[in-house]
């Protein structure tokens, strides 16, 4: 399992990313996908999910519809116009974020310090 | 996978109606994301009611509130705005009060400049702030004249000790309009709301012990600061029924309508015992 702070600031581009690539999606089928992409080592929580989603809603990001499912209400949210553009700039940045420190933890052989 | 059925779903709506959840359709989130996991777990095998615990222990005690205030935290900037400045006029206030309290015991200078400035923190910032919060987070906002003597009737009993301790003039009169203030309009206002706002019988008895508890309290503080005779009896009478009649009917009440122990039952006992102990020194001296 991941520690929450490490993911914490990597939540908003990895709902953006999962919606860029499933269309529309509600706030469990997120945490499902999340958890089973990663085989269990991010979990989201409500605590965590929910206020940025509707965060993203303000800042018009993500749209919603609503639909009833088994006798209650789903929400499903999905990327808009803009929200579609923002997606791709938070995805390259978290790839760049991604690639950026996996250079920093396994440097390349000739940034290696020398031990003999 | 297993489908829930609507006398369950109506269940988990209690609980997220109970923790007030009101914010756009968070509530609708917060309720099908709640019955996807039950749903999962009794798939798994688990029944209904052990998996429903299971949420519940998940979530925590009031998480979807917690939920919804970090929500409105993140979406409304005011709110955000107001939160911060709650966070740091409380300390500062109550640290700037402790500092005056120090150097006045030991009569070093500036002491009054400390509890001034402390005062003022948490009177004209912290109260007022703190009233506006909880109007944001309530989903039926109470009607402007109970928010209204709350903030006024708040604000004169705040200032009044600042007063009292600096030998400023009009400490009496500050107490005198605040306990006023908040015994014949906030209390009575506040009590007709509580009772329009609840069903439950047993609570709304409840209440009304609450309130003539409290009644009493603020009238015996009153006739102590008018120096009228049977302040003492008014204020142990009040003490006595809110300790030990409102506070085990309303524990009573409160542990049966849930095993967990909400946080504002926490802060009532805490307040109780506070709003007692300064009641009683008040009346005793």
């Not at chain 1, 018009?60 to 499912?69: A, S």
């Not at chain 2, 998480?63 to 709650?86: E, S, V, W």
Request: aromatic share 12%.
């Amino acid at each position: 399992m991941i520690s929450n702070n490490f993911i914490k600031g990597l939540i908003k581009p990895i709902i953006l990313k999962l919606l860029a690539e499933n269309g529309k999606m509600y706030g469990y089928e997120i945490t499902r996908k999340v958890e089973d992409l990663t085989e269990g080592k991010i979990k989201l929580t409500f605590g965590a999910l929910y206020p940025i989603l509707h965060k993203l809603e303000a800042d018009g990001i993500v749209g919603t519809e609503t639909e009833m499912v088994s006798n209650r209400a789903r929400v499903y949210y999905l990327l808009t116009e803009q929200g579609k553009f923002s997606a791709r700039e938070k995805i390259a940045e978290l790839e760049d974020f991604v690639s950026t420190l996996s250079k920093l933890i396994n440097p390349e052989p000739g940034l290696l310090p020398c031990t003999s | 996978m297993y489908q829930l059925n609507d006398e369950q779903i109506n269940l988990i709506k209690n609980e997220v109606e109970r923790q007030d959840i009101h914010l756009g359709h968070l509530a609708a989130d917060l309720l099908d994301h709640i019955c996807c996991e039950i749903e999962e777990q009794i798939w798994q095998g688990q029944k209904f009611q052990t998996a429903f615990n299971n949420v519940l222990n998940l979530i925590g005690n009031d998480g979807l509130t917690q939920i919804q205030n970090d929500t409105l935290y993140l979406t409304d900037k005011k709110y955000r705005t107001m939160k911060n400045l709650l966070k740091i006029a409380g300390v500062a206030g109550m640290a700037l009060i402790s500092a005056g309290a120090l150097f006045k015991i030991d009569h070093w200078p500036g002491a009054n400049v400390l509890f001034v400035l402390g005062f003022f923190l948490l009177g004209a910032i912290f109260f007022p702030v703190s009233i506006f919060t909880i109007r944001k987070e309530s989903s039926k906002p109470e009607s402007p004249v109970i928010y209204g003597s709350a903030l006024i009737g708040g604000l004169l009993t705040i200032f009044a000790p600042m007063l009292k301790v600096l030998h400023w003039p009009g400490a009496n009169l500050f107490f005198l309009v605040g306990y006023a203030l908040l015994g014949i309009v906030f209390l009575p206002l506040m009590l007709n709301s509580l009772l329009k706002n609840t069903k439950d019988n047993f609570f709304r008895s409840t209440y009304i012990v609450g309130a003539i508890s409290l009644f009493f309290c603020l009238a015996g503080s009153l006739f102590k600061i008018l120096h009228l005779p049977g302040a003492f009896i008014l204020v142990l009478t009040g003490s006595l029924s809110l300790t030990m009649l409102f506070l085990p009917l309303y524990t009573y009440k409160v542990s049966s309508a849930s095993s967990r122990i909400p946080t504002s039952y926490i802060f009532l006992v805490i307040g109780i015992l506070y709003f007692n102990l300064f009641n009683l020194l008040l009346s005793i001296h």
